[in-house]
């Protein structure tokens, strides 16, 4: 599969995400600014995980940049620490590279539930 495929599918899986969903998700979680920018981020986050992709920073770099907004790699490295801080992301550690993988974190996927009984 080429990039551009690739970039495809995970477009076509978050937009089946919703967005409202995640905005709750997100409130629950006590995130005081709920961007549209967040929301997209994290919609491309849960795409790219419920394809069983590795959710990696040049992933979302390539994506942002050449799709969304130009955003740098080193912005999309500091907003994804950001959401790991905030428990919406878990950074998972490997012993070679320095490419920084990510996993959705359990209690955010909690939240995705209980945003789906509001």
């Not at 495809?8 to 919703?18: G, L, R, S, V, W």
């Not at 969903?21 to 994290?42: G, N």
């Not at 999309?76 to 790991?84: K, V």
Request: glycine share 2%; hydrophobic share 40%.
């Amino acid at each position: 599969m080429n990039p551009e495929e690739l970039i495809y599918h995970i477009e076509k899986t978050a937009e089946n995400i919703p967005s409202i969903l995640v905005r709750r998700a997100l409130r629950l979680m006590m995130f005081h600014r709920v961007t549209d920018r967040t929301i997209r981020i994290v919609r491309y986050c849960l795409a790219i995980e419920k394809l069983g992709l590795p959710l990696t920073t040049h992933l979302l770099s390539y994506l942002f940049y050449r799709k969304v907004d130009h955003t740098t790699r080193s912005n999309i490295l500091r907003f994804l620490h950001l959401l790991g801080d905030k428990h919406v992301l878990t950074l998972v550690r490997e012993s070679k590279g320095k490419t920084y993988r990510w996993v959705i974190s359990p209690l955010f996927k909690r939240m995705l539930e209980e945003a789906k009984k509001i």
